[in-house]
């Protein structure tokens, strides 16, 4: 997987151009997780490698991109959110939210128009649990994503179901712009809690999350540690 958007300010011209040639993407956000489903999962792999534009999302990730001499900019999906919503509205483009609950969603959009004036929001969609990413009833979703007319979706359905998502909707919806944020939107309404500010400025947001919820989190976070040093030593090989 190559990190192929190095800054933030790189994506939004990016994105802007995209826009304006009516033209889809899907935005994948690459952290340590994921590279540990990368490695064990076909399906990820695949899904991964129809994405358009990958970001680095997670200090870790930004540290091994110093050991390879290839510097990138921390971005985290759910801080995507607003910056490439007030993009949208700028440019005069529709968006669509999926994922999710229905209060949470209805919570985000209110959220999102506050934050940026005039912006149109086309079509908002919770799957319901267990849903099969690439079954039938999500063919039917990305079908009426497309007659919306939107032309960014942000899809807050975690890893690996919103980037299998996104891989069909560049298929089926292929003017659409999928960009998979996890959390973003619940973060935005409220459903989810983010780790304060200082927190994430020392790198432990990690820490932070393991503490609050250690059953949910504490599998993922021991995958990531054991596959770190393996990933770091490919890093300065490579340089």
Known sequence: VEINVPTQDALMVEVAARFAAQDGFALATINLDHVTKLE???GFRTAYNAQDLVVADGNPIVWVSRLAGKSVELMPGS?????????????????????????SLAAAADALKAAAQGLEISYVHAPEYGFDPQ??????????VAASG???AFLALGAPKQELFAALGRE????VGFASIGAGLDFLSGEQVR?????????MEWAWRLLSNPRRFFMR????????PGLGWRAFKSR
Do not use: F, H, M
Request: include cysteine; aromatic fraction near 4%; charge should be negative.
């Open 172 to 175: 089926l919806a292929p003017n």
């Open 195 to 203: 780790a304060p500010l200082w927190v994430s400025k020392i790198a």
């Open 40 to 42: 064990s999962d076909v």
């Open 150 to 152: 939107a032309q960014l």
């Open 221 to 228: 976070y021991l995958s990531c540690a054991l596959v770190l």
């Open 79 to 103: 801080e995507l959110v607003v910056p490439l919503t007030q993009l949208a509205a700028e440019k005069g483009v529709s968006i669509a939210l999926i994922g999710s609950s229905d209060a």
């Open 135 to 144: 079954g039938d009833a999500v063919r039917a979703v990305l079908k009426d």
